[in-house]
């Protein structure tokens, strides 16, 4: 019985890793593309707006009424539909005729929420491609931290034991052992540490491509762009199409509530049934709405509805200079970023190196100990993290930048 259950077990488990792929960064970004529910959310949300589009504007439903008039209830004639010549069975039919304008405006909110749920779908696409891009390169270089700190560790740990025998021998003092088990204590803390990030970035990398155990593969992207390319494509950000779809959904409501100060119209047919003696009757008829009041009834809301639109468009140029801000601010933190990758790749990590070739140098020719070598490595990992770290950083600004501000998207 344990060895079936085991058996079910396995084969419940085997499609979930049949169906992990590795995933390169490009294929990571396409897979997140067509399976992030974000995406279907921002496509569904038109759908539903172009399906309301179409009864925007139409004539409200026609009304039909049954009843009796002039019942008497009195007198000779009294509970009888027959001893009457006025009383009749009728039978109406009423339609409303909001004003043009009304029905004009009408449609242009449903132009505009159009417009707002396609604007949505261009933020969407970037939310979804940022994500699955940023949660890869986070895996990717968690994944390169654990193997370069591992290689570290494998060399350091056996170093531990020869110090605590020069320790027992009189050679070194009982703390400078203690400071070997603290530097690769520090580093095993490092190494869960960095455990934990490549198992988040994994579980974000799944959000996004509905691969519940994504495998990366292949190297991170070298991307370039130009400054000045970027700044000229800020107009055609998708949270200023945002907020532009916004500004015209904001003015349709102005004429939607402007349209409000014009008569509404609404005209009746009704048929009267009478005893065949007096004959049968119809009736016609047109009522207008009269907008009397219009400075306590609509102009106020034509007030609130024109500083939504004057609103609107704050907010959008308030948009525009955020994103002017965050550029700069991306631009400047990505020379920095370069900058300080550029010196530990080539200053800070050689210099480790030395220290290590120099330290075990010395302790070959016994003018140093056994102590001091292990410092050396312990710090040459410390470097080349550091340098990982720099690099990942560099990466992950060029993507963010290209991502989010570039037209063409990666």
Same mark, same amino acid.
Request: with cysteine; glycine share 4%; aromatic share 4%.
């Given at each position: 019985?344990?060895r079936?259950?085991?058996?079910?077990?396995?084969?419940?488990?085997?499609?979930?890793?049949?169906?992990?792929?590795?995933?390169?960064f490009?294929?990571?970004?396409?897979e997140?593309?067509?399976?992030?529910?974000?995406?279907?959310?921002?496509?569904?949300?038109?759908?539903?707006?172009?399906?309301?589009?179409?009864?925007?504007?139409?004539l409200?439903?026609?009304?039909l009424?049954?009843?009796?008039?002039?019942?008497?209830?009195?007198?000779? &004639?009294?509970? %009888?539909?027959s001893?009457?010549?006025?009383?009749?069975?009728?039978?109406?039919?009423q339609?409303?005729?909001?004003?043009?304008?009304?029905r004009?405006a009408?449609?242009?909110?449903?132009?505009?929420?159009?417009?707002?749920?396609?604007?949505?779908?261009?933020? /969407?696409?970037?939310?979804?491609?940022?994500?699955?891009?940023?949660?890869?390169?986070?895996l990717?270089?968690?994944?390169?931290?654990?193997?370069?700190?591992?290689?570290?560790? +494998?060399?350091?740990?056996?170093?531990?034991?020869?110090?605590?025998?020069? *320790?027992?021998?009189?050679?070194?003092?009982?703390?400078?052992? $203690?400071?070997?088990?603290?530097?690769?204590?520090?580093?095993?803390?490092?190494?869960?540490?960095?455990?934990?990030?490549?198992? /988040?970035?994994? +579980?974000?990398?799944a959000?996004w491509?509905g691969?519940?155990?994504?495998?990366?593969?292949?190297? &991170?992207?070298e991307? /370039?762009?130009? &400054?000045?390319?970027?700044?000229?494509? $800020?107009?055609?950000h998708?949270?200023?199409?945002?907020?532009?779809?916004?500004v015209?959904?904001?003015?349709?409501? *102005?004429?939607?509530?402007?349209?409000?100060?014009?008569?509404?119209?609404?005209?009746? *047919?009704?048929?009267?049934r009478?005893?065949?003696?007096?004959g049968?009757?119809? %009736?016609?008829?047109?009522s *207008?709405?009269?907008?009397?009041?219009?400075?306590?009834?609509?102009?106020?809301?034509?007030?609130?509805?024109?500083?939504?639109?004057?609103?609107?468009?704050?907010?959008?140029?308030?948009?525009?200079?955020?994103?002017? +801000?965050?550029l700069?601010?991306?631009?400047?933190?990505?020379?920095?970023?370069?900058?300080?990758?550029?010196?530990?790749?080539?200053?800070?990590?050689?210099? +480790?190196?030395?220290?290590?070739?120099?330290?075990?140098?010395?302790y070959?020719?016994?003018?140093?100990? $056994?102590?001091?070598?292990?410092?050396?490595h312990?710090?040459?990992?410390?470097?080349? $993290?550091?340098?990982?770290?720099?690099?990942?950083?560099?990466?992950r600004?060029?993507?963010?930048?290209?991502?989010?501000?570039?037209?063409d998207?990666?």
């Amino acid at each position: 019985m344990k060895r079936i259950l085991a058996g079910c077990l396995i084969a419940a488990a085997f499609p979930a890793a049949v169906s992990a792929k590795p995933l390169s960064f490009t294929n990571a970004v396409a897979e997140a593309t067509t399976q992030a529910r974000l995406n279907e959310a921002a496509r569904l949300r038109v759908s539903a707006a172009r399906s309301a589009a179409r009864a925007a504007g139409a004539l409200p439903d026609p009304r039909l009424s049954v009843g009796v008039e002039n019942f008497p209830v009195s007198g000779p &004639p009294a509970f %009888s539909i027959s001893q009457d010549e006025m009383t009749m069975l009728k039978v109406g039919l009423q339609q409303e005729l909001p004003n043009p304008a009304k029905r004009r405006a009408a449609r242009g909110v449903a132009e505009a929420e159009i417009g707002v749920a396609q604007a949505q779908i261009g933020s /969407a696409a970037r939310e979804v491609r940022l994500g699955a891009a940023m949660a890869w390169i986070d895996l990717a270089y968690a994944e390169r931290r654990l193997a370069v700190l591992d290689h570290i560790l +494998a060399g350091l740990r056996p170093l531990t034991m020869p110090a605590n025998s020069a *320790v027992a021998s009189g050679s070194a003092r009982p703390a400078q052992a $203690l400071q070997s088990a603290q530097a690769v204590a520090a580093l095993e803390d490092r190494r869960s540490e960095l455990l934990a990030n490549a198992a /988040a970035a994994r +579980a974000t990398l799944a959000r996004w491509t509905g691969d519940p155990s994504p495998q990366i593969v292949g190297n &991170p992207p070298e991307l /370039a762009f130009e &400054p000045a390319h970027l700044r000229a494509e $800020l107009e055609a950000h998708p949270r200023l199409i945002a907020a532009d779809a916004s500004v015209e959904l904001a003015e349709a409501n *102005v004429r939607t509530a402007q349209a409000e100060k014009r008569p509404d119209f609404e005209f009746e *047919v009704a048929y009267g049934r009478r005893d065949p003696r007096f004959g049968d009757m119809v %009736s016609a008829g047109i009522s *207008v709405s009269l907008p009397l009041f219009a400075a306590q009834r609509q102009d106020p809301l034509i007030a609130a509805r024109v500083a939504d639109a004057a609103r609107a468009a704050a907010d959008r140029e308030d948009a525009r200079r955020a994103l002017v +801000a965050e550029l700069e601010v991306g631009l400047a933190d990505h020379v920095m970023h370069h900058d300080q990758w550029m010196r530990s790749r080539d200053t800070l990590l050689p210099l +480790a190196r030395q220290r290590v070739q120099l330290e075990t140098a010395s302790y070959g020719a016994r003018r140093a100990g $056994l102590v001091e070598v292990v410092e050396a490595h312990a710090m040459l990992a410390e470097a080349e $993290l550091t340098a990982i770290d720099r690099e990942a950083e560099v990466v992950r600004d060029a993507v963010r930048l290209s991502i989010s501000f570039g037209r063409d998207l990666p």
